[in-house]
């Protein structure tokens, strides 16, 4: 599977879906304000890698896909779940690229200028994010594939 844009969720929504996700994403940000005066940036800034909206759009993601199977008439838990999922791999692949961005940032700033600082960060985050994308892909194709070689040696036994 590669990853690629899809905007037609953007119709299928609701204005309350995305009034959920902007005050759950406010609540995240102003608590990650709150750490980072209580206990200084860098705690607080451990916790921006958290996605703000990320609690807000797993429900909705699983509801979405709960919705549209069922009004095919099936039922739609197991893909809800299924969806609630991979969108939650993505967001943890995209905090651990962040973090990478975070520490790549706090390494260079004293060494270069902050935008070649701030570029080899983003850098860093893309290459970190793809990579654990990646590697998830392929990773899951061979236990899929020793899935499919364990149910034919099963047949033929």
Known sequence: MIPKFDFSGLRQARW?????????????????GLIANQWGPVVGGLFLSFPAIFPASATLIERHEVEKKERAGLSGRRRGRQAAALDAAGAVYG?????GFGATTWWLLDALPTPWALCAAALVWFSAAVLLWWLRFRLSARA???TRRAELKSRRD
């Open 16 to 32: 309350q879906q995305y009034a959920a996700r902007f005050l759950l994403g406010g609540v995240v940000t102003v608590l990650t």
């Open 95 to 99: 905090a651990i690229g962040l973090a």
């Open 144 to 146: 899929r594939h020793a």
